[in-house]
């Protein structure tokens, strides 16, 4: 093959920044990451990005947007940056893939949207659960008719510790900074809008968050356009590992789908059979995910088409999000804004 | 064994009557149904409970409550006449087994149990889920400690099939008819009071049951007095079964119950693993549970204990079922009322 | 219904003979046990029988042979009692239902089964196992065609706990004793005759049963009429429980049978996920089977057809269990004798 | 990191040779793979080996052999040139990686082991199953001593579909071409040599397979140095895709581990619970251990240990392959020979 690489720059090198990075490098060879930018940009950042073949390295991420052999931005950087860098990209004729949430402000998530719009530029949002061998499998089935119509959603989401309680504190609340993905896969495989919601919680893990009026344990209460109905429940610390799971009942069936587990190994012993936890942590998880949205958001652009994760996917789960948020501070359901 | 047996009659018999009384000849030897009596009693229900030993069958309830033999009856008759059947019992001096619920009207109840509690008779409720091997089971390993503090209660509940619409006219909703169980299960499950409910419920199967205010599909989010928070979904129709599972999440770990199917057989063919649904009806079910709660009703009355499931379990369920209807009239929240 | 029941004498009233007479006190009403005998007979036993409706209790088991109104036997004597009772109970025109083994010495089984002939009278044999729900599913899905032809069966059975020493003395050894069950089912799932058969064995449980020649841990290779190979593995001692698995391998997939657990219930921790061991013990496990057999003995009688466990059902697995001990003696592979 | 890569060459380009060449290039940083060889080298081989970045492409495997700055050579030719290449290898002081078998003729393994032992250069066996996640699982729960001492082992391992009546023709047979990962993975769990083996095998598949002497469907029982005792049952064919299990019983109790499955969605319909089938081909199923077992090879030769699976896990696999072929010709037990 004689054709050249797409070049794609990415704009912030934490961990999932970093994460793409190494997983295009290792795993997709028709991209060249060809520079980062991350404002904290250090020498030990700058070494492992060399490493990998990286061959630009920046504090400012103006150097990427600015650089016209660049194709497509990856925006790995803080939530509140995100609109900001979206509307730049756009404008600089370069295709967008941009870490979930867009921003907790509707108002600026228009905006970004808007820039996206009128540059007539992909955008693809990072909801990497739809990308999950698992869950794909199930949107596969409902779509294909195997349980009818939706009757009953359940999603069962739990993280295996909770976050720092300084990430608590910027991170929008449980419901936009976790459950938001709740909310993408509700959208996501039932193929209906959450028009309507109600949210309990409970600070039962650590009480220190209650200063910032969070929770880290909640129920989240759903009502579809299409006149289906569904319950999450999140927790910030399930002892036993990241508890991911999905169960669509429907006229027709049901469909359930469990954990990963590292191994398939059962102990039986004189008192009991044992077997293996669901794997510990997101990023083991959902490995496969985050290179297959990847390489879904590269395949949009080299065969333009629409992106599988579009800028209004990206909108929906932070009016539903806003919504709970709401709901929990009032004690009452609340309908989910229309846009 | 010289002693004589407790003497029993049964007041109802139909389906429930009858499994009572077939389930005392072949499996409780210390007990006797001396009677049974029925507004309805026929020729082929007097050859029936000959068949299985009883030898005294009347229309009339009271020649069983005048009885100075009996020493407890079981009151299998339909819901409005349970609360009347309880006091005229109780003020006879017999023991009760009363099934589910006790009535729609909370003031009625409560005569009943203070007719009860004047009389210092033994009261018990057939809320038969709890004597469940599996959720028998659970109960243990909570009360073992084995999952820390409840945060998180998850239960689905669905039958295979809608009762038919008759029934459903005179059932006092899917809340008190179906979900009661599950309310009771919550309670038990949890060792604490439902403080408060919210529930959302459409009519996805049949929209002929709109007619009666009833909905087929339900959520109802729980708030329990200790901080737990919970959540119950149910259908009137699942196709595979009857589909009866329970999660209990804690502090230290996670109980999870499935469905018992009726092998264990699995299929590895060309496209699929296959393998069995669950148990399709409840009979089948819950056939144990249904021996175990009379045999527990026995050995209250012979131990002279506190019956398993006690007037005040036959009441919570119903104060918890009537705040969930509400609920799903204003669409509001409602706390439940005290007692 | 007004027509008479069957009557039933028990010879001999150990534990499974005492289990049998349970079973119909409580489970077969068409059918009395109006009498059991025992050589051990005595007071306690006498109090059981009558405590459970047996009018009749002898130490001479002719008592039972000789009554004209005894339209059928169950001989649960010992082994070595087996073929003698047989031919006397056939010789008296009675349908006879005897435990497993028939004999030890093909020769008295031979005779036995003539006697049998020549009074046109049933025998069924007691291998409960065809009438367990798992086992029964299975050879339901391979008579189905389900699986295509059968070419490779794998079967795992193995005790809780190894029989008291002064059993495995008289028990004919681990192949005629235990495996014998696994025989039955190789050739019941199969539907072929088993031609030639390869056992190894070691004592790897306790050592004292040397003594009698006997092992603990065994593989016994098999290769069947039609083509199929198969393979059983045996031990005296699962710590866990009662394993009892088999697999079923064909040209078109395969079925898989695991065992029985007490309940569904998983545990999730911060170190495993405990679920329940297999039910401990053969009585627990194989409970509706002991039922199953006699309710198909009494409908064999009742509809004048072939019982499910024929004669030569109960010489075949002797003749396997003899060519099986052959083998681990001379180390040889060994063909099975026909008839 | 400034030191040099370790330098490889690869000999034979085929499928797996091709597989380890991607799996260092895109997992194992450390390595550089400088050349590969292959007899068949052509103009399409040439652009896939410069697509990932070998710079080297001969056909003669000398030029490796002789390329002073090849640290470590992996010979993934066929068979019969493996114990020349590895003696030739040795000989130029190169490390080497040899894909299973080493050879068929007992006499040349023992020449290529003397030639390694004597140029004193690493050589591990291509076992990959050892690398799999779920067999090193349980070969770390034996070795913790979770089980006791081991009983009984069981394997269950089949292929999908049949390889090609060429390949069949030249591949030693089923017990040196498929069976002989059971026996290494039968050696690698127990901890004790096979002593004696006795293999029975029929062609229920493919007829046409006769004309070789082979069989497509076996049972091999095993005896084991320290007593325990096994069994391992192989099809050519199993229609629901390639089924790996294995079971180890012990004195404390019993490790069990199934297939992996590509997803753990099940579909609870009208008729059936349907999951999926275990992944259908071996280099999705063993995809990780492919990886690992060569990242245990680089690392044997940094950290100058022993390899992971030795010259002489190479030759004893054969041996008792070996015995398992004159079972099968003879029909009785056969000794694996000593080395």
Redesign the interface.
């Known amino acids: 093959?004689n054709c050249l690489k797409l070049k794609i720059g990415i704009i912030g090198a934490g961990r999932i920044g970093r994460l793409h990075a190494e997983n295009i490098a290792?795993?997709i060879?028709e991209v060249e990451v060809k520079s980062i930018a991350d404002i904290y940009m250090n020498e030990s950042l700058e070494k492992w990005a060399y490493?990998i073949g990286i061959n630009h390295v920046y504090k400012d991420h103006r150097k990427i947007i600015e650089d016209r052999e660049i194709d497509a931005v990856l925006i790995c950087s803080p939530t509140d940056t995100h609109s900001k860098f979206i509307i730049e990209a756009a404008q600089a004729g370069k295709h967008i893939f941009c870490e979930k949430p867009i921003d907790f402000d509707v108002k600026r998530i228009e905006e970004a949207l808007n820039a996206v719009e009128k540059a007539k530029v992909k955008l693809q949002i990072g909801f990497n659960r739809r990308f999950d061998?698992?869950f794909k499998?199930?949107k596969e089935?409902i779509e294909n008719g195997?349980?009818g119509?939706v009757?009953?959603l359940?999603i069962?989401s739990?993280d295996p510790a909770p976050p720092p309680i300084e990430y608590v504190r910027v991170s929008g609340g449980i419901f936009l900074d976790m459950t938001i993905h709740d909310f993408d896969m509700a959208r996501y495989l039932t193929g209906s809008e959450v028009v309507e919601v109600?949210a309990?919680?409970?600070t039962?893990?650590d009480p220190s968050i209650k200063q910032y009026d969070d929770v880290d344990?909640?129920?989240v209460?759903l009502?579809f356009e299409n006149?289906?109905?569904?319950?999450i429940?999140n927790?910030r610390?399930?002892?036993?590992g990241y508890?991911q799971r999905v169960?669509v009942?429907g006229?027709?069936?049901?469909?359930?789908?469990?954990?990963?587990k590292?191994?398939?190994?059962?102990?039986?012993?004189?008192?009991?059979?044992?077997?293996?936890?669901?794997k510990y942590f997101f990023l083991e998880r959902y490995r496969e995910s985050y290179i297959d949205e990847i390489r879904s958001f590269i395949d949009a652009i080299l065969e333009d088409r629409e992106p599988e994760v579009t800028g209004l996917d990206g909108l929906k789960p932070v009016l539903i999000g806003l919504a709970a948020k709401k709901s929990l501070e009032t004690?009452?359901?609340v309908k989910v804004e229309r846009v």
């Not at 006149?227 to 319950?231: F, L, Q, S």
Request: glycine share 8%; charged share 25%; aromatic share 8%.
């Open positions: 093959m290792t795993n060879r490493s061998h698992n499998r199930i089935h195997k349980i119509d009757h009953i359940r069962t739990r109600y309990i919680g409970e039962l893990i344990t909640a129920i209460t009502k006149g289906a109905i569904g319950t429940d927790s610390k399930a002892v036993y508890d169960e009942f006229s027709k069936g049901c469909l359930i789908v469990g954990n990963d590292p191994s398939t190994v059962e102990i039986y012993s004189e008192d009991w059979v044992y077997s293996e936890k669901p004690g009452m359901p």
